[in-house]
DNA sequence: AGATTGACATACATGCAGTATGTATATTTA
DNA sequence: TAAATATACATACTGCATGTATGTCAATCT
């Protein structure tokens, strides 16, 4: 008899694919967390399994180890900071314009707490900057080489390699994202990305 | 008798100073060499000891711990950096001039085998930024705000905070010489980096 | 219903960073 | 110069973290 569901012993049946995802779900953002606040090698897989209320079995059991998890909350991460970007991203009355709001997006995606870190920081070093340019075009990353080509096309900046300079803006968003994370003025760093991008362009 | 150094037993008397200093080196040299080859978590003291031919017990006794001793050897590549710059920058003809020999005299100086990993990658992620940058300026490394702020005070750049402005150009030149060293054409950075200089001074 | 897979939990093996302690040599002091 | 002390290690040990091997129970497939 003992019907599968008695109101005092709730033993409640949960499949499986429900259960991966609860704890797949609640290491990631445990791990996400950890990693924030105290960087990649200082936090351990006792601390993160502890924080998610799973054991360390668990763990290696959905994730290859602590870098496979790290990974994980990474390409969290960047899908995030491309979603914002992309759905705030609007019709641009110009390169310039494109340009410019791209990079206040980025600011305003980026000033999320720890993602600066997570993305500009740990990220690079843990997994290398293969890896990172490799997460970050897999999630969409390619506004900027975009934006520079359209403006090559328009007439708007002289026709020169614009991978490298795309790669060299990149590097400067980035600092700047980390300098405003780490309490420098914010105003200042995005009137100077701001300067970099009106100087890049032609002058019309 | 006995006299301290017979021709055969050589067991000659070393001051405590110069074994001091030996050992030191022994151990910073190996420690540039695994670090630059392998990054600073991928390498452990025992590593590192072995190739020094001295013990762990030598370490620790010169150095505070493995991160000190990584410490020791960011500090030197910085302080070779900052000298091979100072030492190539001759009078400068313009601020424009200035900016692109520092920055060429940069990229020479970055070429150095695993110098590009040391100071741009480990380092940043172990000692963090705020003691990178500390030990750039100890180590004489504010001549692209000099650059800048000479040419802002000669009318060719226009009036702006040049602080952020360096940070950004300074994060664009680390991008660059990370780029170059991964492989990449040296020429199209380093073409990229003048251009960016170009556009951001004022056009005479 | 029985067999099999999936999702863990537990125990174990290994390696490393850091510390405590012992020893021989160099240096200082009486 | 002989004794006292400090220096430069070498060795042994501790604690912790990663990763692996194995065991168990519930979910799913046949």
């Given amino acids: 008899m003992a019907a599968s569901g008695s109101a005092t012993e709730q033993k409640q049946r949960i499949p499986n694919a429900t259960r991966t995802e609860r704890t797949r779900t609640a290491l990631v953002s445990a791990a996400r967390e950890l990693f924030a606040a105290k960087g990649f090698a200082e936090t351990g897989t006792p601390e993160i399994v502890k924080a998610a209320r799973v054991t360390r079995g668990a ?101 020169l390699p614009i991978e490298p300079l795309a790669d060299l803006l990149s590097a400067a968003f980035d600092r700047a994202a980390l300098a405003i994370d780490a309490g420098e003025d914010a105003e200042a760093y995005r009137t100077a990305i701001a300067r970099m991008i009106d100087a890049l362009l032609e002058r019309h």
């Fill in 59 to 159: 763990l290696y059991h959905h994730f290859e180890g602590k870098t496979a998890l790290f990974r994980a909350v990474i390409e969290a991460e960047a899908e995030a900071v491309a979603r914002a970007i992309e759905t705030r991203t609007t019709e641009p009355a110009s390169a310039r314009d494109a340009l410019i709001d791209g990079a206040n997006a980025f600011f305003d995606a980026m000033s999320v707490s720890g993602r600066a870190r997570l993305l500009l920081i740990d990220g690079p070093a843990t997994l290398g900057h293969e890896e990172m340019n490799r997460i970050d075009r897999a999630t969409g990353g390619a506004e900027l080489i975009e934006g520079l080509a359209y403006a090559r096309d328009h007439g708007e900046l002289r026709d």
